[in-house]
Nanobody, 117 residues
Framework: QVQLVESGGGLVQAGGSLRLSCAAS????????IGWFRQAPGKERERVAA????????NYADSVKGRFTISRDNAKNTVYLQMNSLKPEDTAVYYC??????????WGQGTQVTVSS
């Protein structure tokens, strides 16, 4: 079992930055792919970034490329999402998820990010 807890969300002006954290418990965390997802009201959930088990491979949605950076520290059982140059359209609830081979079996409760114009 893996439990995930997100933190770091909040209200920020357009152009600002936030860093989200996803703290995990469970011995298998370091072997899992981790993804950050977001869902805005009335919209489908979108995967914005993912990182492989060792941090060696990352990928991003086109909408956040060049602005968001995903990283992980397996020693701290934590994954981060650094979000720069935030836009109002980035407003959403952000979730982290974990699982083997990107299956995302485990989800956190989410953290709200609101970007004002």
């Amino acid at each position: 079992q893996v439990q995930l807890v997100e933190s770091g969300g909040g209200l920020v002006q357009a152009g600002g930055s936030l860093r989200l954290s996803c703290a995990a418990s469970g011995r298998t965390f370091s072997s899992y792919t981790i993804g950050w997802f977001r869902q805005a009201p009335g919209k489908e959930r979108e995967r914005v970034a993912a990182v492989s088990w060792n941090g060696g491979s990352t990928n991003y949605a086109d909408s956040v490329k060049g602005r968001f950076t995903i990283s992980r520290d397996n020693a701290k059982n934590t994954v981060y999402l650094q979000m720069n140059s935030l836009k109002p359209e980035d407003t959403a609830v952000y979730y982290c998820a974990a699982g083997p081979l990107g299956l995302y079996n485990y989800w956190g409760q989410g953290t709200q990010v609101t970007v004002s114009s």
